[in-house]
């Protein structure tokens, strides 16, 4: 009890202490945090703009970490938080841009945040419904050993829609950006009044295997209005075309199929890929697909069919977001046919309605006299003399003759025959 007493004293000093430091530590419950100044919006590229803001210089100076909060307004609201005064944004900018700004304390939640100060970049100007309308986009990778960017090589193909409002003399132009690259168009399409409706870009800076959206910006030109531009944002996962598997090779052993195939034509490794596999038995009619992860697929089969196989692939989740499918490889047959090839059937068709069509035709001609009508016979004059055979034959028996006389008449113009007979 004396003891307790005694280091009473002391316990009052040490919590003393405490609540003075810990005053020390919380900030003024009347700290104030004073909005940004100098907020600007400029755009720095295509689809590409960079925010930018100061701290206010009257903000009082405290031992709390100040950061901002960032607001996107249009053309799609967002919101992010970040400790810099710059931000650069990739978004598009046909409809204009807009977002708001304020400082936030970054380490103490309790500090309430300071009003809100905004910017925006106008929509640029042209005359409404003259703008392209329906712009798809799509790449393709094919292999390239010959250029120093590396053995595969992108291409790039888009197409529009003339504006509704759009002018006959319209002309369009099309520029893609991919990361710091900037190209335009040299190879159109054209529509019937030679307006560009598609463009075509064989080699491009674009890498197949980035995450960087790609940019695609058309404008245009007219003498009777302006013509307002427009700007699109594309997923490279979304827009890439695969190619479809190569050298698919089929061989039958037994009941046992084994179908084997290469990665298409891209940057991705073999590992990379999905596979689809289309199996048809010619024999029974049905389709039979196999999913595969692996380029080789082995099956037990009925080994008097003949099979028609196909195969198609796909960039997997694993390297990629899942994006499109490829086009089914060339069909492969392999496998007996117990039937005859269909052009044999078309050959014995062909006969069997050849000769139907004769045997009609003879039943016809036959019932109806047609062939008489069609090649009546020939008149032959009729003559007045008479063709005469005539057989004298002496038979002699014992001391008397006996002669006998055989004329024939034949009449040949009224087929008659007379005979007469003389003893």
């Known amino acids: 009890m004396?003891?307790?007493?005694?280091?009473?004293?002391?316990?009052?000093?040490?919590?003393?202490?405490?609540?003075?430091?810990?005053?020390?530590?919380?900030?003024?419950?009347?700290?104030?945090?004073?909005?940004?100044?100098?907020?600007?919006?400029?755009?720095?590229?295509?689809?590409?703009?960079?925010?930018?803001?100061?701290?206010?210089?009257?903000?009082e100076q405290s031992n709390v970490q100040l950061g901002y909060h960032v607001k996107i307004n249009a053309p799609q609201e967002d919101d992010y938080e970040t400790r810099n005064t710059e931000s650069s944004l990739v978004t598009i900018l046909h409809k204009g841009f807009s977002a708001s700004v304020q400082t936030v304390p970054w380490n103490d939640r309790s500090l309430q945040a300071s009003n809100w100060v905004s910017a925006e970049l106008k929509?640029?100007?042209?005359?409404?419904?003259?703008?392209?309308?329906?712009?798809?986009?799509?790449?393709?990778?094919?292999?390239?050993?010959?250029?120093?960017?590396?053995?595969?090589?992108?291409?790039?193909?888009?197409?529009?829609?003339?504006?509704?409002?759009?002018?006959?003399?319209?002309?369009?132009?099309?520029?893609?950006?991919?990361?710091?690259?900037?190209?335009?168009?040299?190879?159109?399409?054209?529509?019937?009044?030679r307006r560009n409706v598609a463009c075509w870009f064989p080699r491009t800076f674009i890498n197949s295997k980035g995450r960087d959206s790609l940019a695609v910006y058309v404008n245009g030109s007219s003498k009777e209005a302006a013509i307002k531009p427009f700007d699109q944002l594309f997923a490279l996962h979304a827009i890439d075309r695969v190619n479809p598997p190569a050298n698919v090779t089929a061989e039958i052993k037994g009941t046992c199929l084994s179908i084997h195939w290469e990665k298409p034509v891209s940057a991705f490794p073999s590992h990379c890929f999905d596979y689809e596999v289309k199996i048809y038995n010619a024999k029974k009619g049905y389709f039979q697909t196999e999913k595969m992860t692996t380029n080789t697929l082995i099956t037990i089969i009925d080994d008097v069919s003949k099979y028609y196989i196909q195969v198609k692939a796909a960039v997997s989740p694993v390297c990629r977001a899942t994006g499109l499918w490829s086009e089914w490889s060339q069909?492969?047959?392999?496998?007996?046919?117990?039937?005859?090839?269909?052009?044999?059937?078309?050959?014995?068709?062909?006969m069997m309605t050849i000769c139907f069509i004769l045997l009609i035709f003879s039943l016809i001609c036959r019932i109806?006299?047609?062939?008489?009508?069609?090649f009546p016979p020939v008149p032959v004059p009729k003559s007045n003399t008479n063709d005469f055979l005539v057989t004298i034959n002496n038979e002699k028996t014992g001391s008397s003759e006996t002669e006998i006389e055989v004329i024939s008449y034949v009449e040949q113009a009224g087929f008659e025959t007379l005979e007469d007979f003389v003893f």
């Open 2 to 59: 004396l003891d307790a007493i005694i280091m009473a004293p002391e316990l009052l000093i040490l919590l003393g202490v405490a609540v003075i430091l810990q005053a020390n530590l919380l900030p003024d419950k009347k700290f104030l945090l004073l909005p940004p100044v100098n907020f600007t919006i400029k755009a720095v590229n295509l689809a590409q703009v960079v925010l930018r803001w100061e701290p206010n210089p009257d903000q």
């Open 123 to 193: 929509a640029p100007p042209g005359s409404p419904g003259t703008e392209i309308v329906n712009l798809t986009c799509t790449t393709n990778t094919k292999a390239d050993n010959y250029t120093h960017t590396g053995p595969y090589q992108v291409s790039l193909h888009c197409t529009w829609l003339v504006g509704k409002d759009a002018p006959d003399d319209t002309q369009y132009f099309l520029y893609y950006r991919y990361r710091s690259r900037t190209e335009e168009c040299q190879e159109y399409s054209k529509d019937t009044l």
């Open 331 to 350: 069909p492969i047959y392999v496998g007996k046919d117990d039937q005859k090839p269909w052009r044999e059937w078309f050959l014995i068709a062909v």
């Open 368 to 374: 109806c006299h047609l062939w008489t009508k069609l």
